[in-house]
């Protein structure tokens, strides 16, 4: 099984949780600006992960999952967003960005550089529903 985690980060949460999934997997965790190299046939698994800022993900981000929406399609498919917002307001956030990504299976992180080095529990659980 291989995975590949393409991630839009600003200030390196979303990047750390991207490559801490990718130790986790023994997959690979590409910034978006250079995914467009990737073949993303080769591999069975692909998770997205962007950050979010007034409500919105990156437009590169978004860019890349519509032109490539249907190779997406074809494998097993992940997102997660790094966010501030949590529980029912951080659920709600999350799942209208998954909804507009159409992207079913997803999670948020809050703090993901933290969750790395402390406490990697819902990082594992997202790893293990993969
Ligand atoms: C300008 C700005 C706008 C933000 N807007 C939101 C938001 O609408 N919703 C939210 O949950 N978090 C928001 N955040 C928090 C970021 O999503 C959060 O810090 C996230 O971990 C950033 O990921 P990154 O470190 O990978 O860039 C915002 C942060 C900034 C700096």
């Given at each position: 099984m291989s995975t590949i985690i393409i991630y839009a980060s600003s200030n390196g949460n979303?990047?750390?949780?991207?490559?801490y999934i990718a130790?986790?997997?023994g997959?690979?965790?590409?910034?978006?600006?250079?995914?467009?190299?990737?073949?993303?046939n080769s591999y069975d698994t692909i998770v997205i992960g962007g950050r979010v800022w007034a409500g919105k993900l990156p437009k590169d981000l978004v860019e890349f999952v519509g032109k490539n929406k249907s190779v997406i399609?074809?494998?097993?498919?992940?997102?997660?967003?790094?966010?501030?917002?949590?529980?029912?307001?951080g659920q709600k956030q999350c799942d209208k960005l998954a909804s507009e990504?159409?992207?079913?299976?997803?999670?948020?992180?809050?703090?993901?550089?933290?969750?790395?080095?402390?406490?990697?529990s819902s990082i594992d659980a997202?790893?293990?529903?993969?």
């Open positions: 979303t990047k750390a949780v991207a490559e130790s986790k997997t997959g690979k965790a590409v910034d978006v600006a250079a995914a467009a190299s990737e073949d993303l399609d074809s494998k097993k498919s992940a997102f997660y967003v790094c966010c501030m917002y949590n529980e029912e307001k990504m159409g992207i079913a299976k997803h999670t948020f992180f809050n703090k993901g550089k933290k969750l790395v080095q402390n406490d990697t997202f790893i293990a529903s993969l």
